[in-house]
């Protein structure tokens, strides 16, 4: 199947992920395209224009990293990255919803510095956001809520705080967050988060 991603992008970044954990990725053929480019060639896939995307060998297209996510989850018999039922279910979920409100932020906050004319509120909201955050799943950390079998939420973390690395080096995430800092450390060597670090195409 056709998977159409950006180098650069944190979303891309947690389906590949995802494809490479569950023993998917094997079956993709990796697409780079253009995004925000009016003659990008994603547009003839997607009209949102945003990746990823994929393109099933049926034919289906496939938007959004969580839906793309979720396929690849659905294509293997190993353990499901979100469990399917039960309290574990929704305790992953909870931890989906925190990082990926997490990575939403982080986002806003890096286009926001790419603005000519940048709104402080904005800029403050976002930091306060992305601060908040951080602190939760430093709690969660020291509590060893962090420290489970391979699930979505993990994913999700570990590309957000990849991408803070990269986009916005001169917040000092780690600091007052040593539990995260140390999970972080251990869970950016897996295979799957050094094969796909983020870079500008």
């Given at each position: 199947m056709k998977?159409?991603?950006?180098t650069s992008s944190p979303y891309a970044r947690k389906a590949r992920i995802v494809a490479i954990e569950t023993g998917v990725a094997e079956q993709l053929d990796l697409v780079p395209v253009t995004v925000r480019n009016s003659n990008s060639k994603?547009?003839?896939?997607s009209?949102?224009?945003k990746v990823p995307v994929i393109e099933t060998d049926d034919g289906r297209i496939l938007s959004e990293?969580?839906?793309?996510?979720?396929?690849?989850d659905s294509l293997h018999d190993g353990p499901?990255?979100?469990?399917q039922a039960g309290a574990a279910r929704w305790e992953v979920l909870r931890q989906e919803g925190l990082a990926a409100?997490?990575?939403e932020g982080m986002v806003t906050w890096v286009r926001e510095t790419r603005r000519p004319k940048q709104s402080a509120k904005v800029l403050d909201l976002e930091a306060s956001r992305t601060a908040r955050c951080l602190d939760a799943f430093e709690a969660e950390a020291a509590?060893?809520?962090?420290?489970?079998?391979?699930?979505?939420?993990?994913?999700?973390?570990g590309c957000?705080?990849?991408q803070l690395d990269f986009r916005l080096a001169a917040y000092n995430w780690r600091a007052g967050r040593p539990r995260l800092a140390a999970w972080y450390a251990a869970f950016a060597e897996r295979p799957s988060m050094t094969m796909t670090a983020p870079r500008d195409s």
């Amino acid at each position: 199947m056709k998977f159409f991603y950006t180098t650069s992008s944190p979303y891309a970044r947690k389906a590949r992920i995802v494809a490479i954990e569950t023993g998917v990725a094997e079956q993709l053929d990796l697409v780079p395209v253009t995004v925000r480019n009016s003659n990008s060639k994603l547009l003839r896939y997607s009209p949102v224009g945003k990746v990823p995307v994929i393109e099933t060998d049926d034919g289906r297209i496939l938007s959004e990293a969580s839906i793309i996510c979720d396929y690849f989850d659905s294509l293997h018999d190993g353990p499901h990255l979100v469990p399917q039922a039960g309290a574990a279910r929704w305790e992953v979920l909870r931890q989906e919803g925190l990082a990926a409100g997490l990575l939403e932020g982080m986002v806003t906050w890096v286009r926001e510095t790419r603005r000519p004319k940048q709104s402080a509120k904005v800029l403050d909201l976002e930091a306060s956001r992305t601060a908040r955050c951080l602190d939760a799943f430093e709690a969660e950390a020291a509590t060893g809520g962090l420290d489970k079998p391979l699930n979505i939420a993990q994913v999700t973390l570990g590309c957000t705080l990849g991408q803070l690395d990269f986009r916005l080096a001169a917040y000092n995430w780690r600091a007052g967050r040593p539990r995260l800092a140390a999970w972080y450390a251990a869970f950016a060597e897996r295979p799957s988060m050094t094969m796909t670090a983020p870079r500008d195409s």
